[in-house]
């Protein structure tokens, strides 16, 4: 948030939008700068436990596997059936992801069986970011950040109801939420997604853009990376917390004797 680093953003924008760049250079200036990749962050601290990995065109197409926790899609009908099938692709063009560093060693191998991980033990991903070039294609950027982030909200809330099943009380699912961030040409927008419960149970998700700017001015990338910030900020403590307590206590009720304890212990 210093000026310089500010300015600096908020000049490279005004470039790319002026010379009229494609879809692939808005991403790469945005991922290069304000998005940035695991090898970055953990290079910083090797001991650093509270830790993300970033995402890039990563699937998340719905899959089951003997050897660890599924990655299932949401249902889309009130009885739980899909009307149709959620088996298509989704590649969300950056999104941030829990590292496992979040757990103990005593446990951390084992957390595979309670939760869906994906590559570098990655689970529970929190952030979403979708880009476009134009911004005359807005609602397929909202239905791709949409597909993206509500199977993600589904699974954690999965692990939120295996851990309190066979319902979740409304307080647990306070930390139940996922963020997402558009960004077409200068102009972003940040969305919250949240599951709608109905008799204790899931009957979709409630998705409301909840703030916006644009990168064409000081004010709107301050704005911007203050979100970015607090989105990382809650994803790292308030979120990565409550999931490692949820896998704790998926993983007491198993049958084997497993020692659980806090995060850093």
């Known amino acids: 948030m210093d000026a310089d680093f500010v300015q600096s953003v908020y000049t490279a924008y005004r470039s790319l939008g002026e010379a009229d760049f494609p879809e692939p250079e808005f991403k790469l200036c945005a991922c290069q700068n304000l998005f940035i990749g695991e090898y970055v962050l953990l290079a910083n601290?090797?001991?650093?436990?509270?830790?993300?990995?970033?995402?890039?065109?990563?699937?998340l197409k719905p899959c089951?596997?003997?050897?660890?926790?599924?990655?299932?899609?949401?249902?889309?009908?009130?009885?739980?059936s899909p009307l149709k099938p959620f088996g298509f692709d989704i590649y969300s063009d950056c999104q941030f992801w829990l590292c496992d560093k979040v757990l103990t060693t005593d446990y951390r191998t084992k957390a595979r069986l309670v939760v869906h991980r994906k590559r570098k033990g990655t689970f529970c991903p929190y952030f979403t970011i979708e880009f476009k070039a134009t911004t005359d294609d807005t609602r397929t950027l909202v239905n791709q950040v949409a597909a993206a982030g509500l199977i993600s909200l589904f699974n954690r809330y999965r692990l939120k109801l295996d851990a309190h099943s066979p319902r979740a009380p409304p307080e647990q699912l306070e930390d139940v939420r996922h963020y997402g961030l558009t960004m077409e040409q200068e102009n972003w927008m940040v969305w919250l997604f949240e599951p709608k419960i109905v008799s204790g149970v899931w009957a979709g998700c409630k998705i409301r853009a909840i703030d916006g700017g644009a990168c064409d001015s000081i004010e709107g990338v301050c704005g911007l990376l203050s979100w970015i910030n607090e989105i990382h900020r809650w994803g790292l403590c308030e979120y990565a917390l409550g999931c490692?307590?949820?896998?704790?206590?998926?993983?007491?009720?198993?049958?084997?004797?497993?020692?659980v304890s806090t995060i850093g212990s």
């Open 244 to 259: 490692e307590e949820d896998i704790k206590q998926v993983l007491s009720k198993a049958p084997i004797n497993m020692k």
């Open 64 to 80: 089951r596997s003997p050897q660890q926790c599924e990655w299932l899609a949401p249902p889309l009908s009130p009885n739980q």
């Open 45 to 59: 601290d090797a001991r650093r436990q509270l830790c993300a990995v970033r995402s890039v065109e990563w699937s």
